[in-house]
């Protein structure tokens, strides 16, 4: 079943690359194009989009924001050139830039709770599975499916052990689907669908994301390509200010952000705090876990390549953007006094 999931993810990743066209020239456009999606864990691009921090730093900028439901549509609009900027997850990002994605990862986003839910009272733990349980996760390769797969190599020695009972399904619907009791047996959650089954009568977790991992971990990064990377360097740089300033808001300002994005989740303001501040509900830049998912998805043959550097994976460091917001400064003071 390992090897009938690995093929559904690469000929998939392969047609989306195959298939994906150079955008046009946009070195000299003052525009950009974000793709947001739902969940806390994206608070911050959320906030950058309600207090208008991109056109604070420049208001010629164009910003164009984009609804998209998962990595899937995510790799195509940026193979379109219809995205410059998006958020995932460090796994299907890793997968496909193994398959040939030209993307890199701009910064760290948050840290999230995670969790194996139930609604059967006889599964205490992974061993209690039965092998008509179904587990409802995003899709392959997803972070839920490696948490999942780590723990099943922790546990049992076995990466594959629960592949034939994997159920693909959007959190909305798989939550739905926990709460009848009937489709699913397990859901792995994010929040704030996490939050919101904990609090059901009957549901229980069994395994959490860190006891999965064996640590921390970044739940949520932002990439981006190298394409938009070279030819906007402006923009690429003034996003990255506007998300630090996110970010640092949302630590400063819990009460405010949640008065500005609880009616975003259908959540009352004290219920969007609550959950903003949840414990492990982190947001940062710092990238954690990177090199952990690398080793892992390597020896278990969801990545081909053996040698990725840290280089080849991410942009550019804190100390590095900060030289490049720097340069870009002194440039544009010297064009200024030269009069372009």
Not at 171 to 200: I, Q, T, W
Not at 294 to 320: H, P, V, W
Request: hydrophobic content about 40%.
């Amino acid at each position: 079943m390992k090897k009938y999931i690995l093929i559904i993810i690469i000929i998939s990743l392969t047609l989306f690359i195959i298939s994906g066209c150079e955008g046009p020239d946009q070195s000299n456009q003052k525009s950009i194009t974000v793709a947001e999606q739902y969940g806390l864990a994206y608070a911050p691009v959320q906030l950058v989009k309600e207090l208008g921090l991109l056109n604070n730093e420049d208001s010629d900028i164009k910003v164009e924001w984009k609804q998209l439901s998962n990595t899937t549509s995510i790799r195509e609009s940026m193979l379109a050139g219809e995205v410059d900027i998006a958020f995932m997850a460090i796994p299907p990002f890793l997968i496909a830039k193994d398959k040939g994605m030209k993307w890199k990862i701009i910064s760290g986003l948050s840290e999230s709770p995670l969790g194996l839910m139930t609604n059967r009272e006889y599964i205490k733990t992974l061993a209690d599975f039965k092998d008509e349980d179904k587990i409802a996760l995003p899709q392959p390769g997803s972070i839920q499916h490696i948490l999942l797969s780590m723990a099943a190599q922790r546990n049992f020695k076995e990466t594959d052990k629960f592949d034939d009972q994997l159920l693909t399904m959007n959190h909305p619907d798989a939550m739905n689907a926990l709460l009848a009791g009937r489709e699913v047996s397990a859901h792995f959650a994010s929040p704030p669908y996490l939050f919101l089954e904990s609090k059901e009568a009957g549901i229980k977790k069994i395994l959490s994301g860190g006891e999965a991992f064996g640590g921390d971990f970044t739940f949520i990064i932002g990439v981006s390509t190298e394409e938009f990377y070279q030819q906007q360097s402006e923009n690429y740089t003034l996003f990255l200010k506007a998300l630090r300033e996110a970010i640092e808001f949302i630590e400063q300002n819990p009460a405010e952000v949640s008065e500005l994005l609880a009616d975003n989740y259908d959540l009352s303001q004290t219920e969007m705090e609550e959950y903003l501040t949840w414990p492990g509900m982190e947001f940062t830049t710092e990238i954690k876990g990177l090199e952990e998912f690398l080793a892992f998805m390597t020896a278990e043959g969801y990545l081909e390549k053996k040698d990725y550097q840290r280089s080849e994976l991410i942009f550019a460091e804190k100390n590095d953007l900060e030289d490049r917001e720097n340069n870009e400064a002194e440039q544009k003071r010297g064009a200024a006094k030269n009069g372009e």
